[in-house]
């Protein structure tokens, strides 16, 4: 999987959007980016992933570049629930059996 | 998403005793899961790959014959700690492969391990 490097920790105020940042330079053409999320003592929260495309669900927009070099995932209107460890990793398809390696993600502290 | 089940989500045990702890995938099968540890203030590190009706895959530093997994069926997987100790308290979390969703993996509320 390529190596994929976020900021330590980030602040975002409730209601405002927050747009963390991952970079995956060498990130190959099957290689997708994941984003999970987790919150104090809970398991990691699968958020969304894309491979070149924009995407958006419920919960958040991912951003890709379209070097695919990095990305950003977008949480329109945070709120103080949305405060955790964010991770973002590269897979490739190929390695659907394989498991997913979490690097130290960022830490989104939303506060009002 | 998918829903991935984990129980006990805590449990306190003597120190020399076996403790079980199950993952289910509540309503999709999973030939495969992964187990997880994570101490304080750390990330997630993979334990082992639990594939249903073979022998699990361990990462290395994990003593297989001390964290004995089991996947008897497509639906759970268990991880039992061995003569547990005070510095194998940690939580432990699994997750499993969802082939119906594109693969995407999901993981389960984990379960807070104190060996005391």
């Known amino acids: 999987d390529a190596k994929t490097t976020q900021p330590t920790s980030m602040d975002c105020a409730e209601g405002r959007a927050a747009n963390l940042p991952c970079n995956h330079s060498?990130?190959?053409?099957?290689?997708?980016v994941y984003w999970y999320r987790q919150i104090h003592s809970q398991g990691p929260q699968y958020i969304i992933h894309?491979?070149?495309n924009n995407e958006t669900n419920e919960m958040a927009s991912l951003i890709i570049t379209e070097d695919r070099k990095s990305s950003t995932l977008i949480l329109p209107h945070a709120t103080l629930r949305d405060t955790a460890v964010y991770y973002c990793?590269?897979?490739?398809?190929?390695?659907?059996?394989?498991?997913?390696?979490f690097g130290k993600g960022t830490t989104l502290s939303v506060s009002s | 998403g998918a829903v991935v089940s984990q129980h006990p989500s805590r449990v306190i045990c003597k120190s020399g005793t076996s403790v079980k702890i199950e993952c289910r995938s509540l309503?999709?099968?999973?030939?495969?899961m992964f187990w997880y540890r994570q101490f304080p203030k750390q990330s997630l590190m993979l334990m082992a790959t639990?594939?249903?009706?073979?022998?699990?895959?361990?990462e290395q530093g994990v003593e297989k014959d001390k964290f004995l997994i089991n996947h008897a069926s497509l639906t759970l997987s268990t991880l039992t700690v061995t003569s547990a100790h005070p510095e194998d308290s940690s939580f432990y979390i699994c997750?499993?492969?969802?082939?119906?969703?594109?693969?995407?993996?999901?993981f389960g509320e984990g379960s807070w391990l104190t060996v005391v």
């Open positions: 997750s499993a492969k969802d082939t119906s969703s594109g693969n995407t993996i999901y």
């Open positions: 060498t990130i190959s053409g099957n290689e997708y």
């Open positions: 894309g491979l070149k």
């Open positions: 990793i590269a897979r490739a398809s190929g390695q659907a059996g394989t498991a997913l390696i």
């Open positions: 309503d999709f099968q999973a030939t495969t």
């Open positions: 639990s594939n249903e009706g073979s022998k699990a895959t361990y």
